[in-house]
């Protein structure tokens, strides 16, 4: 796959405040890559950057190897669907959609069939004449998104444009994106603080934090395969122990050794041992297992969330439910043990002793 | 390089605002009778300002019927506006627009319409007929004020005061009014600052008795020179100035707190 | 609350028409009659008649009935009249309609330079722009008597040059400055308000689409303040036709303007509330036409614009 933008080393401050620091990032054709992180990670400025809205303060864009930095957001081959759809309020359905091409003085014939072409792709056909202001939130998510892709960019920036929807019609409208995606051929760059959004959308993910790349990988790598606390706490829920790192593939946390398959680490170091909830398996307490008391049970449809107390507190998902007060064992396979460089960020009073590179774990 | 038309355009728009306030101002220290001549500096001006029996007159009846007439029209206006939000749409609709009427309608129509009815009714133009012309054109501001705070207040609160035990005359001091009291206030001090500014509708509605201070003003202005009234300006300018910072402060004080309670 | 509580509208109601009702229909009326005065016996008088006969009767001690009666007759003669003075009306008009063009101008870039601003900066600009406005207009009328003086302080500067002196008071270029110079906050503030709503993000689409700077402000920006354009323009016009201070304080005597016209029938010598108030009519009704042109500015293409 070609590259067809690329961020080199880009940073950005605002009001003494540093927003992007140093960052890059390479995004390929007809890709779907989401940028997911927590309010004000820079998500989103990293996304007005390539939008043309934000200049950076030093680094470089490049959009197919050009460098475009002083371009403005008009002369750039990239559209952007905005966080609460920035709909124009004066013009009615058909020209919001019809806008890019009325100011490039296309023939009306040509408009009238792309955005007849548009208004089926986003299902609105019939609502040609309605005000934009009367429009439920999902169709004018649609507006915006047909809006946007008239003008068939290379790239679709979307800025969290689900965010305002509610549950259904959020997923009903991210398998929708996905497929307008595919249809259109183009690089689509997903700007969303929802991982679940994240993961079942992307063919990329990009995790970000305080102004800074935390991990690039495919839905299964970042959710299987977290490289630092941070995402993996980020990234669904986690149980993050501090624990040290006997030697390669065995590892001291919550006053047991386990046998783990990481290795590489310093002999004695302290690591973030991280365990997803749904990897433990609970049973009879035994002298091999991490023993405590069930603190609550809540059904939450697929599961139970189980909350015990150790000598750490644990979450567990199980589908079989357990008694408050029951006594029960934590047991967990080497391969559901996942090894972490302690990292500053995340876990207090530790920092990081050396400036190797955080490793994937194999 | 973007920023220099825009600063140029920004300092030639308050110069063209405040450039002649600050003529009046520097004037007003003037010891030369003649505004164009500099002879030196001098309070004189001041001190004849408040020795001037005319304008004192004139201050005392405009703050006079600035308060007759804005109490009487926050008393109105906020019953009327009580009533009007408990209307029917379509009598609602009739009564706004016939208020927005002396809102839109020019001053001097107003001032010439209310000296007729003065005149038809053999009332001798004077004190009272400002009081009633001040409370007139005042009576809109007052409505406009408290309406929108009715608007806003969730008509629950009122049905959860009588659910609490409350009758109807107790819900409504206990809970209606200190919901629209911030109306209230805006109202009366709109309908202040209108009554002390009004001139046109006061020139008609004014007997050779009954002086307001804009109307003083306007006759000093008739004469050629007349250095009290730069006094005058600056002091007005100045407590304008106050008031306006005073505002804004406890504004941006106000929306801190705001701020940090979030 | 209830439906009771709607009677506490009641003494306003009664104020307003009173106060505001009735005096529009005796302009109405006055529009449209002329005072006829007869002696007792029925004869009719002329206006000097009539005031010697009352300065009869008043020399005599008020012995017997008051000697004059009046009649009101309907005529169109002062609607006419106002014909007379088309030239008058015409003139207040057009200099009304300067100085709401040039306040428009000189406005909208800074109510929409200031929208764009800090918070907190924009309430500091809008502080000085309403501070001037809180200041009697006559004061601020008065302040430019002093600049635009024969030897004022313009005419002095521009001496320094060795330029001038120009004749700039009693001018009608003075009156229609007066005019911006009282009104420009009026047009500022509701530019400024509408403004303030428009979201950065559409102004930003209409970037992102392909519009550049100038696309922007008339595909997008123009159209989405015409609301404040609308009421700006009524804000300034109104005000600006009817005065009849600025034009008495920087015209002199000789640039009469409407509300100069309708002052002179009320106060004036030439006491004529008949015609004053065939003119207030006139006055009246041509404002009235001019806000609904200016609300269908907006109502055209905004309609369901949430504001």
């Not at chain 1, 992007?20 to 927590?38: M, Y």
């Not at chain 2, 009580?82 to 016939?98: E, L, Q, W």
């Not at chain 3, 036709?241 to 016209?261: C, E, P, R, Y």
Request: proline share 4%.
């Amino acid at each position: 796959m070609d590259k067809i933008i690329e961020i080199k080393g880009i940073s950005k401050e605002f009001n003494g405040e540093q927003v992007l620091d140093n960052i890059s990032l390479d995004i390929h054709d007809k890709e779907f890559v989401t940028l997911l992180g927590p309010s004000g990670c820079g998500k989103t400025t990293t996304l007005r950057i390539i939008g043309g809205f934000v200049t950076p303060d030093s680094g470089d864009l490049f959009f197919n190897g050009k460098r475009i930095n002083d371009l403005p957001p008009y002369k750039r081959n990239v559209n952007t669907v905005f966080q609460k759809y920035a709909l124009f309020p004066h013009l009615n359905v058909y020209e919001n959609i019809a806008f890019a091409l009325r100011l490039s003085k296309t023939p009306e014939k040509k408009i009238n069939m792309r955005v007849n072409e548009m208004l089926e792709l986003v299902d609105l056909v019939g609502f040609e004449r309605r005000s934009v202001n009367y429009l439920s939130g999902g169709q004018q998510q649609r507006v915006a998104i047909a809006r946007a892709l008239i003008n068939q960019p290379k790239v679709l920036l979307l800025d969290e444009p689900l965010g305002a929807l509610d549950l259904k019609l959020r997923k009903e409208m991210q398998t929708e994106l996905k497929k307008i995606q595919q249809h259109m051929e183009i690089t689509f760059i997903y700007v969303t603080h929802d991982q679940e959004e994240a993961l079942t959308m992307s063919d990329t993910v990009v995790v970000m934090n305080r102004g800074t790349i935390q991990q690039v990988g495919t839905p299964q790598d970042i959710y299987n395969e977290p490289v630092n606390a941070f995402v993996a706490d980020f990234i669904g829920e986690s149980n993050i122990l501090g624990g040290i790192m006997h030697r390669d593939r065995l590892v001291e946390f919550a006053g047991n050794i386990f046998e783990c398959v990481d290795r590489g680490f310093a002999p004695m170091e302290p690591v973030d041992v991280v365990i997803r909830p749904e990897d433990i398996v609970l049973t009879e307490p035994t002298a091999d297992t991490i023993n405590g008391v069930v603190e609550s049970v809540t059904f939450k449809g697929v599961h139970y969330e189980i909350i015990v107390q150790a000598s750490d507190t644990w979450i567990v998902h199980s589908t079989k439910a357990r008694e408050p007060g029951d006594i029960v064992g934590i047991t967990l396979s080497p391969s559901d043990i996942h090894i972490m460089k302690k990292s500053s960020a995340f876990s207090q009073g530790s920092f990081i002793t050396d400036e190797t590179e955080v490793r994937n774990i194999e | 390089m973007k920023k220099l038309p825009s600063r140029v355009y920004y300092i030639f728009l308050f110069g063209f605002l405040y450039i002649p306030i600050f003529v009046l101002i520097a004037n007003s220290f003037n010891a030369s009778k003649s505004r164009n001549v500099w002879t030196g500096f001098t309070f004189d001006w001041y001190v004849k300002l408040f020795n001037d029996a005319d304008i004192m007159s004139a201050l005392a009846n405009t703050i006079i019927i600035a308060l007759i007439a804005s109490t009487v029209a926050t008393v109105l206006g906020t019953a009327a506006a009580i009533g009007i939000f408990n209307m029917k749409n379509t009598a609602r609709t009739v009564i706004m627009n016939a208020t927005y009427l002396p809102i839109i309608n020019p001053e001097i129509v107003t001032g010439v319409s209310l000296m007729l009815l003065f005149v038809f009714l053999k009332i001798n133009l004077g004190f009272l007929t400002l009081i009633l012309s001040h409370i007139t054109f005042c009576l809109p501001y007052v409505i406009l004020c408290v309406l929108p705070k009715l608007r806003q207040m969730d008509i629950h609160l009122y049905e959860a005061a009588m659910d609490l035990g409350c009758n109807r005359r107790q819900a409504f001091r206990k809970v209606v009014i200190p919901e629209i009291t911030t109306g209230i206030i805006t109202g009366f001090l709109m309908s202040l600052t209108y009554s002390i500014d009004d001139f046109v509708i006061s020139y008609f509605t004014s007997g050779p008795t009954s002086q307001t201070l804009p109307i003083t003003i306007f006759s000093m202005t008739r004469r050629k020179v007349s250095p009290k009234l730069n006094a005058l300006s600056a002091i007005i300018f100045v407590i304008v100035l106050a008031v306006l910072l005073v505002m804004n402060v406890r504004e941006i004080k106000a929306s801190k707190k705001n701020k940090n309670r979030r | 609350m209830n439906r009771r509580s709607r009677y506490s509208a009641f003494p306003y109601l009664l104020w307003m028409s009173v106060f505001i009702i009735v005096p529009l229909i005796l302009i109405l009326v006055f529009a449209f009659t002329t005072t006829v005065k007869f002696d007792n016996t029925g004869n009719r008088l002329t206006n000097d008649q009539a005031a010697e006969l009352i300065a009869d009767w008043e020399a005599s001690g008020k012995a017997g009935d008051f000697p004059v009666k009046e009649k009101f007759y309907f005529t169109f003669d002062n609607i006419i009249q106002v014909g007379n003075y088309s030239s008058t009306l015409i003139n207040s008009v057009i200099l009304a309609s300067i100085a709401t063009v040039i306040c428009l101008f000189l406005g909208y870039p800074f109510a929409y330079m200031v929208s764009r601003m800090r918070v907190s900066r924009q309430k500091i600009m809008i502080m000085f722009i309403m501070l001037p406005m809180w200041m009697n207009f006559l004061l601020r009328t008065y302040a430019w008597m002093t600049l635009l003086e024969k030897n004022g302080w313009i005419n002095r500067f521009l001496e320094l040059f060795g330029i001038g002196p120009f004749e700039m008071i009693n001018t009608q270029g003075a009156v229609v400055l007066g005019m911006i110079y009282n009104f420009l906050p009026y047009m500022i503030l509701p530019l400024y308000s509408v403004m303030t709503k428009i979201d950065d993000h559409t102004i930003e689409a209409a970037y992102d689409l392909g519009a550049n700077r100038v696309k922007a402000l008339t595909k997008v920006i123009l159209p989405l303040s015409m609301p404040g354009i609308a009421s700006g323009i009524t804000m300034v016009f109104v005000p600006a036709v009817s005065t009849f201070i600025i034009s008495k304080l920087l015209g002199g005597g000789t640039n009469m303007l409407i509300g100069d016209l309708i002052e002179l029938q009320f106060l004036g010598n030439t006491y004529n509330p008949h015609l004053g108030s065939a003119i207030s009519l006139v006055l009246l009704v041509f404002v009235l036409l001019c806000i609904s042109v200016t609300n269908q500015l907006d109502s055209d293409k905004t309609e369901g614009v949430l504001l």
